[in-house]
């Protein structure tokens, strides 16, 4: 079923166009990346469909209901923490069911648990390391009611150890939950690893100039990193972004 | 409090230090009392005269809190509203600044004539000193909000009211205590000020009544009871803050 549906935008900055007629889907329960180079204008779209921005032309859906210029239709988790530092981390996980409406603080307790975060429960964000802080923010983002979670490069800020370990982390909790999820990358590795289909954007202005679909089953193992099909995968997609 | 010890023995050493040369350069110039009386007379005075000095004492403290409660609460209700309705701040800030350049000195008798000797013309004037300070922080700390953070609240649906009280308020809290630090410590001098346009009690009547017969070391306890007021009000709103913004106080802590 499809839950989120992207027809024919566009946007300008001024005379900076930065999206053109640029349509994709995402099904229910789907973990879809969006792969482009710096400044291909990843951000702009999430932009636009958290109804930051209106887009010129063009519509969002969001299991029918028309979302462009609806702020709060969707949950989100950018690419810095953005953690506030006078809550614990408590509070901050439920900071966007309280945005909602109803928090509920059970709930959180258990996933920060399971997070390996029981133990700092209370503590401020400055108590937490960069990786703590990501996972505080992913949970928040996961606790959050909407039906769709957009992530715009969390790992990105993260050393490669820590990226691994939050990459694995990550793919337990999908397993787990089973949200639907359109995540930001220009890491094209963690595209694979991730997810279940890949949009590969060519810049300027961006539009979808290849769809790719990961031919890996799940749950995912960390071994399809030395995979000969992963290797091929890379290759493909790599091709697939030099050629735009 | 160990570290107020740790921290305060070197100034509370200087301080001592200036206490000896000056008794000890009154005594040899053999400066009259009347010109600048030793330490020691001051203290005395101090200890001699306490019940005497207390009503006054009581009345200007009375006077400045009430006066700082006022002040804050204008001050922060004008940083609110200038905030969340900008038309208005383009409006009335420059206004605002401009109004801080004239001269309680000069306006303070001319609230007496408008107001009488009541109280409402002393509060006027310890208002006037006080707002601005915690308006100008208050506002300062609603403009400085980071702008992921605000990029954040607003992508998951934060209406303009859950902004200010889950973003912009908390984290002006800071400055604001900034603001607020400063404003206690002018109460004392706007009560003081106040207090000389007439008055029946305070340590502003005090002093007048000191320096035109010509009792110089009562001049002196008033000039060190206001100082000591002042700091005392700066150590309130130090607590507060420790007490309200914990996050912050652990933060520095740790560096
Ligand atoms: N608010 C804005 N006003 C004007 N231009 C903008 C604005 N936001 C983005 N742009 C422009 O749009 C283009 C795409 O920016 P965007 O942030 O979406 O890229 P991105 O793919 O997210 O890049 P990165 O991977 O570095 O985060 C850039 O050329 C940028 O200058
Ligand atoms: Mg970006």
Same mark, same amino acid.
């Given at each position: ?23 994709? #889907?995402?099904?229910?329960?789907e973990f ?6 710096s400044? $291909?204008?990843?951000s702009?779209?999430? =932009? ?5 921005l ?9 299991g ?8 709060g239709?969707?949950?989100y ?13 408590l ?13 509920d ?10 997070a ?6 209370n ?6 390391s960069?990786?703590?802080? #990501? ?14 979670i957009?992530?715009?490069?969390p790992? $990105? ?44 954007l060519?810049s ?17 193992m ?20 030099? =050629?735009? | 409090?160990?570290?107020?010890f ?11 230090? *200036?206490?000896?040369l ?6 040899l110039?053999?400066v ?9 007379d ?12 207390r ?8 006077l400045?809190?009430?006066g700082?409660?006022?002040g ?7 940083? @609110? ?18 109004s801080?350049n004239?001269?309680?000195?000069v *306006? ?9 000797f009541?109280?409402?013309?002393k ?5 006037? @000193? ?5 308006t ?16 954040y ?26 603001g607020?630090?400063?404003s ?13 346009l ?15 017969s010509?009792?110089?070391d ?10 000591? *007021?002042?700091?005392?009000f700066?150590?309130g ?19």
């Amino acid at each position: 079923m499809i839950q989120l549906s992207v027809n024919s935008l566009t946007k300008s900055f001024d005379s900076n166009r930065v999206l053109s007629n640029l349509s994709f #889907q995402v099904n229910e329960g789907e973990f879809v990346s969006i792969l482009g180079p710096s400044g $291909s204008g990843k951000s702009t779209i999430f =932009n636009l469909i958290g109804g930051m921005l209106l887009p010129d032309e063009g519509s969002i859906t969001l299991g029918n209901v028309e979302i462009s210029g609806k702020r709060g239709s969707i949950s989100y988790m950018p690419q810095t923490p953005s953690l506030m530092p006078w809550r614990t981390t408590l509070q901050n996980v439920l900071l966007g069911q309280e945005i909602m409406g109803k928090a509920d603080p059970e709930t959180a307790r258990k996933m920060l648990q399971k997070a390996g975060l029981g133990d700092y429960e209370n503590a401020f964000p400055h108590e937490l390391s960069g990786g703590m802080k #990501q996972r505080a923010a992913f949970i928040r983002a996961l606790l959050s009611p909407q039906p769709i979670i957009l992530l715009d490069e969390p790992f $990105s800020a993260l050393d490669e150890l820590t990226r691994l370990d939050m990459q694995k982390w990550l793919l337990d909790i999908w397993n787990e939950h089973k949200p639907t999820i359109l995540f930001v990358t220009h890491n094209i590795e963690e595209a694979i690893y991730l997810s279940d289909r890949i949009l590969i954007l060519g810049s300027k202005p961006a539009k979808v100039v290849q769809e790719f679909k990961v031919p890996f089953g799940r749950p995912r193992m960390e071994g399809i990193f030395l995979d000969k099909n992963f290797l091929e995968c890379k290759r493909s997609i790599h091709h697939a972004l030099k =050629n735009h | 409090m160990i570290n107020v010890f740790r921290k305060g023995w070197r100034p509370a050493a200087v301080l001592l230090l *200036l206490f000896i040369l000056w008794e000890m350069a009154v005594n040899l110039a053999e400066v009259p009392a009347w010109l600048l009386p030793p330490p020691t007379d001051i203290i005395q005075e101090a200890v001699m005269g306490w019940e005497g000095f207390r009503p006054h004492l009581q009345s200007t403290v009375l006077l400045s809190l009430c006066g700082f409660a006022i002040g804050t609460a204008i001050g922060l209700l004008t940083a @609110v509203i200038l905030h969340l309705l900008p038309f208005i701040r383009e409006s009335i800030y420059p206004l605002l600044i401009l109004s801080q350049n004239v001269p309680i000195i000069v *306006l303070a008798p001319l609230l007496v004539v408008w107001f009488g000797f009541g109280i409402l013309p002393k509060l006027i004037v310890i208002t006037l @000193v006080c707002f601005f300070p915690i308006t100008v922080a208050a506002l300062d700390g609603f403009r400085q909000t980071p702008g992921e953070l605000r990029h954040y609240m607003l992508m998951a649906g934060a209406g303009r009211g859950q902004l200010f009280w889950k973003l912009e308020l908390p984290y002006s809290l800071p400055s604001l205590f900034s603001g607020l630090k400063i404003s206690a410590t002018y109460s004392v001098m706007g009560a003081v000020i106040s207090e000389w346009l007439g008055a029946k009690a305070g340590i502003g009547v005090f002093m007048t009544l000191a320096s035109s017969s010509f009792r110089t070391d009562r001049v002196f306890v008033a000039i060190f009871a206001i100082m000591l *007021l002042s700091l005392l009000f700066f150590g309130g709103i130090l607590l507060a803050e420790r007490l309200l913004i914990k996050w912050k106080s652990r933060e520095s802590g740790r560096k």
